[in-house]
């Protein structure tokens, strides 16, 4: 079993920048696909980014590309979601998440994900 545990959330003004991290303990992290979603409320959890385990590959929604950077640690025990140009759309507590058997064709469905993190709030506004 994999703990994760997510940080650095925080109140941001629109077109500033934040950085999550995701550390994990406990389980073999560094085989997984990490992943991070967002959730705000009556809302349904948001993919968000996915680094896969085997090769490093990533993807993003389509909201965030160009923006948003997804990023594990030499070690890989440590998942990072760089924000910027940040709106307020992005708004949401931010979940992390891991996958030891992703389908590439499903990796913005949260049910693939069998490991998730408590979230951080993310909050942008002026």
């Known amino acids: 079993q994999v703990h994760l545990e997510e940080s650095g959330g925080g109140l941001v003004q629109p077109g500033g920048s934040l950085r999550l991290s995701c550390a994990a303990s406990g389980g073999t992290f560094n085989t997984y696909s990490g992943g991070w979603f967002r959730q705000t409320p009556g809302n349904e959890r948001e993919f968000v980014a996915v680094v896969r385990a085997r090769g490093g590959h990533t993807y993003y929604a389509d909201s965030v590309k160009g923006r948003f950077t997804i990023s594990r640690d030499s070690a890989k025990t440590t998942l990072y979601l760089q924000m910027n140009s940040l709106e307020p759309e992005d708004t949401g507590l931010y979940f992390c998440?891991?996958?030891?058997?992703?389908?590439?064709?499903?990796?913005?469905?949260?049910?693939?994900?069998?490991?998730w993190g408590q979230g951080t709030q993310v909050t942008v506004s002026s």
């Open positions: 998440a891991a996958s030891n058997s992703l389908i590439l064709s499903s990796i913005r469905d949260a049910s693939m994900y069998a490991n």
